[in-house]
């Protein structure tokens, strides 16, 4: 079974930090680009970094570049997040997602995010 | 504030057709193809149309999506209560350089 399983959750304190896992299993996890989506409590769905099969591109929302860190280890099948100088507002359901197709992350955008963790709730507040 | 629009909400009756627009600009949507996710109450979001206008294994053919231009648009036809759900569309925007979603529009079945 093709699955996603988020970790690392919890209450941290504003200016604090927190490192989010992602451990997949069932598919070819190094042919994949990974992507970090967030949903705050009540609201939409909001982007936060996307990595490439082999960590080769990485992108970030401008909310959260140069604060997070998105990383995999290809060997272990697992994506990360690191989240540094955390604000109120980065509290949220965080999910991780597998882009669609096994192909460069350019053309994976076409395919969508097909398969989603079932999320991490990040909670900042003192 | 998103950079992709939809309405709020929508409503339909039973074996109604419904849609739901999402606006966007050229450097995404008029560029890049749109993506809709269905997220039940209370799960994680699932991929409902990829590529504008193609269906995942397992998404009934009820659901339909269609692009013009710098727009995007998602049909469910035959409502079904358990389609109440919020639904979200999404693009690659090559100004911003990451994935854009929309605000998400808040289906109800009457």
């Known amino acids: 079974e093709v699955q996603l399983v988020e970790s690392g959750g919890g209450l941290v304190k504003p200016g604090g930090s927190l490192r989010l896992s992602c451990a997949a299993s069932g598919f070819t996890f190094d042919s994949y680009s990974m992507n970090w989506v967030r949903q705050a409590p009540g609201r939409g769905l909001e982007w936060v970094s996307s990595?490439?099969?082999?960590?080769?591109?990485?992108y970030y929302a401008d909310s959260v570049k140069g604060r997070f860190t998105i990383s995999r280890d290809n060997a272990m099948n697992s994506l990360y997040l690191q989240m540094n100088s955390l604000r109120a507002e980065d509290t949220a359901v965080y999910y991780c997602?597998?882009?669609?197709?096994?192909?460069?992350?350019?053309?994976?955008?076409?395919?969508?995010?097909?398969?989603w963790g079932q999320g991490t709730t990040v909670t900042v507040s003192s | 504030q998103s950079v992709l629009t939809q309405p709020p909400s929508a409503s339909g009756t039973p074996g109604q057709r419904v849609t739901i627009s999402c606006s966007g600009s050229s450097s995404n949507i008029g560029s890049n193809t749109v993506n809709w996710y269905q997220q039940l109450p209370g799960t994680a979001p699932k991929l409902l149309i990829y590529s504008n206008n193609r269906r995942p294994s397992g998404v009934p053919d009820r659901f339909s999506g269609s692009k013009s231009g710098t727009s995007g648009s998602l049909a469910i036809s035959g409502l079904q209560s358990e389609d109440e759900a919020d639904y979200y569309c999404?693009?690659?925007?090559?100004?911003?350089?990451?994935?854009?979603f929309g605000g998400g529009t808040k289906l109800t079945v009457l």
């Open positions: 999404a693009a690659w925007d090559d100004s911003l350089n990451g994935v854009v």
């Open positions: 997602a597998r882009d669609g197709r096994p192909v460069s992350i350019a053309a994976s955008r076409a395919y969508g995010m097909d398969v």
């Open positions: 990595i490439s099969s082999g960590s080769s591109y990485i």
